[in-house]
């Protein structure tokens, strides 16, 4: 129960782990570090992970609150793209948060949102609260939406997506059409359905999961009213990287067993994020690309689909050996003394701190980036939809820490040679300890940004100052 005696924030979550996960590390870390009361609501879900990894989050001066789960089937058409699901979800169900907010005693003095929940302002300034947007993201991407939402849709489609050129945003990198944001890639429309940039630069702040040093120059190109597009000069706050390193969800035994078992940094880690798939074709590939390797590898498998966010699915049958009938046949015999498979989930802040893995094939999922970096772990850049791409070029092109696999123009389809090469190059080449000795870098720079008297340390405590300064009626 918040007390008078302490500061109190809201912080609100849209469905999915890659945004819960960093709100709640958030809220943490404005107990933690600054003194504060935070209740955290989220959008009650099935979603098992989910479930524990808010019962794994006990914490003295944290509450989360579920708001009830919305049905949005007859409001929205099954095919819409995800974001547009996830804007209307927020907006449903602004009621309830509306009179949750409305039955406490002692309410919260600000309320932060993720990207998609700046509906929710309305509710914020009807209680006199403060209002901040907590982009999960990077800076970059942010730079891109904003960008993006202030030039004309035709602009866009016949410059970008059909001449496929690059978009030059101002003072920050330009984006090639190949790494292009999922919903401008539209031949026919530009599907940015209700990017709420307007709401945003109405907030009392933007908060990102950044760093300083690491996104400079399009920090300060955000900083700048030409990209924001507004006289309201909104401050920018980079907070980051906020990550999961609590390790209190636990590691399976067998599978610490195994990892314990192997020499240190030899051990690459795959894995597609929350809910991340690949087709059938492309996972026959993969399981032929990591056996050719002969590296050791964790792989957190979900049976295919061919689409990338299929994280509904029908399980297989499996064969002689155990292997699902998704993998190729032997699959499990073959690699026994190298490789173990694991399905759908594990705890992945576990398995990144653990000394034996030294590579992490990832989807590029910006809390799985910021993960490999706090972990020093190089990377292998394998993005499937939203943002991925962006940050997967960014990763190769700019930080230089993660090698990015050559796509067969004609099927689409990352081979397993190509594959095979990936892994030992940064598990066993040359350029792969360069690559590790230059995240290890970044994961230093992403400490001194987050150690007391650093940039996000200063960031944040200055959105603290304010909060806690502000009284509402
Ligand atoms: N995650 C995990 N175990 C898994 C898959 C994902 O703990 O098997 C966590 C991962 O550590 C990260 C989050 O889920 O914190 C996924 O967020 P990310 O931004 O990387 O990708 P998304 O799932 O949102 O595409």
Known sequence: MPKEDKPHAALLASPGMGHLIPIMELGKRMVTHHDFHVTIFFIASDHASATSLLKSSTLENLDIIALPSVDISGLVDPDAQLVAKLFLVMRESLPSLRSSIGAMKFRPSALIVDLFGADAFEAAEEFGMLKYVFNTSNAWCLAVMFHSARIDDKFILEDHVKGQNSLEIPGCKSLSFRDTLESLRNINRIDRPEFRGDKMTNSHGILINTWEDLESSTIEALRDNNLLGTILKVPIYPIGPLVRQDGNQVLDRQVKLWLDKQPIESVVYVSFGSGGTLSAKQMTELAWGLEQSQQKFVWVVRPPSNNALGTYFTISEDNVDGTPDYLPHGFFTRTKDIGLVIPMWVPQEQILSHPSVGGFLTHCGW???????????????????????????????????AVRPTVSKTEEIVGRYEIEKMVRTIMVDKEGQAIKIRVKELKNSAEKALNKGGSSFNSLSQVARDCMFHHPP
């Open 367 to 401: 809390n799985s980036t910021l993960e490999s970096i706090m972990n020093g772990v190089p990377l292998i850049a394998w993005p499937l939809y939203a943002e991925q791409k962006m940050n997967a070029a960014m990763l190769n092109e700019d930080f230089e820490i």
